[in-house]
């Protein structure tokens, strides 16, 4: 890339985040916007202007640069840190209480709505001659990415069920890796690395396996150097700090280099850091590192959206070639592959549940929350370059979901969710947590649960995490 380009581009994306901040805190304290504009719609529509505003200045080398380099500025630079946080920041008692329902989500559900997707769009891709099914099986990866940004902040304002808040959350933390995990095997398969449904499969749990175990590793190595390390002081926090911070880059780029998921890796080393390594920082260490991922994200995520709106008017799209009855199709099909996914996961899990069950409002506002953003939006990216003309189109098929999640969804989220009835109806918190303990007591599943629970007690914190930071869950859930 030209230096000068490169300039150019930095300083544009930093005028439009300065803008975007002007903007929404003006929206955010007007009483009309308010009810019609979330954070995500302003960013977009501020995206949008600044596609159009390059366009009427003939700026192509720059969009070209920005769809050319997004993809991989996305996942190598933007997605780690907004991952990681996401991880240290959930609610971790009851991450962990519900872990086994966020993983039948964010895996099981998502290879559900990925074949949903895959062979609906085949079947009409059969008819109109678009797609191949390796094509098809691509953005039936991409787009079962779902992205929880403006869900769960209006979540926050609803005071919504503290269940299905952390089901979302968690599946939103998996649900990226396990997707452009699935993605990559496609482009195996394109490029004729990987031949054969079994083969597929092998290189699937392969690569799954191995990224989680170097995550796990790496988060647990992490832990225990916080353990053994000397009492910080004012003048030596920053140490500890620094060490939380690189970590999860660390392992992203180890798995990365020896050929696994850097993206799987990092969400699980967050997932381990946040219950082993987090304890053993100072108070101070523990907020600094905190206030430094948030303002981290809450940047990446504003510049992910300025880039999703630029090239929604400012690429080179191929309308033309997807046609009308295939942006129907698709629409139709994207939803009804989240609906399958959500009503069967919340069959099975409900059959081994004695109570918190997954209600039927529940399941309905998870099925309206899988809101598609970066995630797609970068692997789309990254498809147009791989696929060629099928990549083009997927571009655009997956422009048009986003567009609609964005200002049709994103416009009618909070009533939608009001309709739910998702309200936190708890009496105590306590009671629900120990009312999902006495669940996890019954059944078989259940007790192989509560062994890993005691086998955590009893070896895993008692060799990463300081005695002095233990404390008991209820506890900490109250304080």
């Known amino acids: 890339m030209d230096v000068q380009i490169l300039c150019n581009a930095i300083l544009f994306m930093l005028t439009l985040l300065v803008i975007n901040e002007i903007l929404t805190n003006y929206s955010m304290n007007n009483q009309y916007l308010k009810k019609y504009l979330n954070n995500t719609i302003i960013t977009a529509m501020i995206g949008i202007a600044a596609g159009l505003f390059l366009l009427s200045l003939d700026k192509s080398s720059l969009l070209q640069e920005y769809k050319q380099g997004f993809s991989q500025f996305f996942l190598i630079v933007l997605l780690p840190p907004i991952l990681f946080e996401s991880a240290i920041n959930m609610e971790k ?54 992205d929880p940004v403006a869900v769960l902040s209006i979540f926050k304002k609803l005071n919504a069920d503290k269940q299905i808040h952390i089901l979302i959350y968690g599946e939103s933390i998996i649900n990226d890796a396990i997707s452009l995990l699935l993605y990559e095997i496609s482009e195996r398969i394109w490029n004729q690395e990987v031949v054969g449904f079994e083969d597929a499969i092998e290189q699937f749990l392969l690569i799954f396996f191995v990224s989680i175990a170097i995550g796990v590793i790496i988060g647990a190595l992490c832990a225990y150097i916080l353990k053994v390390k000397e009492e910080v002081s004012y003048e030596t926090e920053h140490i500890e700090v620094s060490v939380t911070v690189i970590i999860p880059w660390v392992c992203y780029l180890i798995s990365e280099a020896v050929g696994f998921s850097g993206i799987v ?62 942006a129907i199709s698709i629409i139709f099909i994207v939803i009804l592959a989240r609906f399958i996914n959500i009503k069967i996961n919340s069959f099975i899990l409900n059959r081994y549940r004695h ?4 209600k039927s409002n529940h399941q309905k506002a998870m099925w309206f929350c899988g809101l598609r953003g970066a995630m797609a939006y970068a692997l789309a ?14 571009l655009t098929m997956t422009i048009v979901i986003i567009a609609l999640n964005i200002f049709v969804q994103g416009s009618t989220l909070q009533y939608v969710l009001q309709s739910c009835d998702i309200q936190d109806k708890s009496k105590d918190n306590q009671c629900e ?47």
């Open 381 to 394: 990216l990254d498809a147009a370059d791989t696929f060629k003309g099928e990549g083009e189109i997927m």
């Open 265 to 326: 890796s990092i969400v699980f080393c967050g997932i381990v850091m946040a219950k082993y390594a987090l304890p053993n920082l100072s108070e101070s260490g523990n907020q600094l590192l905190n206030k430094f991922y948030h303002i981290l994200s809450y940047n990446f995520e504003n510049l992910v959206f300025l880039f999703i709106g630029i090239g929604m008017v400012g690429y080179d799209l191929a309308w033309n070639e997807m046609g009308i009855i295939l």
């Open 433 to 479: 947590i120990a009312n999902l303990t006495i669940v996890h007591q019954k059944g078989w599943a259940h007790q192989m649960k509560d062994c890993l629970e005691k086998c955590d007690e009893k070896v895993f914190q008692e060799f990463l995490v300081k005695k002095r930071e233990l404390i008991p869950v209820i506890q900490a859930e109250s304080q």
């Open 355 to 358: 109570a918190n069950f997954i």
């Open 93 to 146: 008692a009851l991450f962990f209480q519900n872990f086994g329902s966020i993983v039948m989500y964010a895996v099981i559900g998502t290879i559900i709505a990925v074949f949903v997707t895959t062979f609906s769009l085949y079947i009409v891709g059969l008819l109109i001659n678009k797609l191949s099914l390796t094509g098809c099986y691509a953005f039936g990866s991409l787009i079962s990415s779902t």
